[in-house]
């Protein structure tokens, strides 16, 4: 009940954000543009909780993000991420990411992280995640080809390449990710489908809505004989920026994921977080 409560109020806390966005921001979408050319570095500050369901076997689970991003050039905008989680089971890690994003020609641009945790069971040893993102071009749309690595602090490690085009449209954007996974040991294949929308304009708000259907699978180890598990996946998230000043403004996030059939196998997670962000 208080994870739907907590949802419910932060859908009511956008609705009163949205209605009193000309207040907070009476700037013309031309003057916004004109701000946002002469900004160089963007700082934001996350903190995140999870519920999980059944409790007793998975507790909660709470993660602090510090993520910074630094336009050295018109082109060229690197970014660093530091994480902080606890799991009330699990114990404390720590991670940190860093990457960049490159628009190397009019139809040419890439996304590239590689990241690291410190030893536990749930944060990765590294990680490499690298996306092309082509503009196809008068129209408004492009079509993104990604792939990564996850190497885990056991012995289990994830390949998976994904696709898919993205829409934009004046305050509106549709994307499409179709991702395949492969989980070793066993080379275990598992296929998911990924469908995002947002509404909004930079300078002024933005609101997105996901949800993700995924067929989960990898080779449980914990166990004496190796066996291969399969499980439904299906999640469905929200999120809202708003600048409250021509410069900063706030975060919410919402969530909710169903992985597998609790209690019997997996688990439900209801998300909430909350941030605050800041451009120089």
Not at 53 to 82: E, M
Not at 153 to 158: G, L, M, S, T
Not at 177 to 195: C, D, F, I, K, Y
Not at 208 to 226: I, K, M, P
Request: net charge negative; glycine share 10%.
């Amino acid at each position: 009940m208080a994870c739907r409560t907590t949802l419910a109020a932060l859908c009511i806390l956008t609705c009163l954000l949205l209605v009193a966005a000309p207040a907070f921001c009476a700037d013309t979408a031309e003057e916004r543009a004109k701000l946002r050319e002469g900004l160089s570095y963007r700082g934001d500050a996350d903190f995140v909780w999870e519920h999980l369901t059944p409790n007793d076997d998975y507790g909660d689970w709470y993660s602090a993000y510090l993520t910074g991003y630094f336009r050295v050039h018109p082109r060229i905008t690197p970014f660093a991420q530091l994480g902080m989680h606890t799991r009330e089971l699990e114990g404390e890690a720590v991670t940190g990411t860093v990457g960049a994003y490159v628009n190397w020609f009019r139809y040419l641009s890439t996304y590239t992280a590689l990241g690291t945790g410190t030893e536990s069971l749930f944060t990765p040893m590294w990680r490499v995640d690298h996306d092309f993102t082509f503009i196809l071009g008068s129209l408004p749309l492009t079509f993104t080809l990604g792939a990564g690595h996850i190497q885990y602090w056991d012995d289990h490690h994830d390949w998976y390449v994904a696709a898919g085009p993205t829409l934009y449209l004046p305050y509106f954007i549709a994307d499409y990710r179709l991702t395949r996974n492969e989980s070793n040991p066993g080379a275990v294949e598992s296929w998911s489908h990924g469908v995002t929308l947002g509404v909004g304009s930079e300078g002024l708000f933005w609101i997105f809505l996901g949800t993700t259907f995924a067929a989960q699978a990898y080779t449980a180890t914990n166990v004496a004989d190796r066996q291969e598990v399969r499980q439904d996946t299906w999640e469905i998230n929200l999120s809202h920026s708003h600048w409250i000043g021509r410069t900063w403004g706030l975060k919410w996030q919402a969530a909710y994921l169903n992985l597998g059939d609790p209690p019997k196998s997996g688990y439900e997670k209801w998300t909430a977080g909350i941030g605050v962000f800041k451009e120089f």
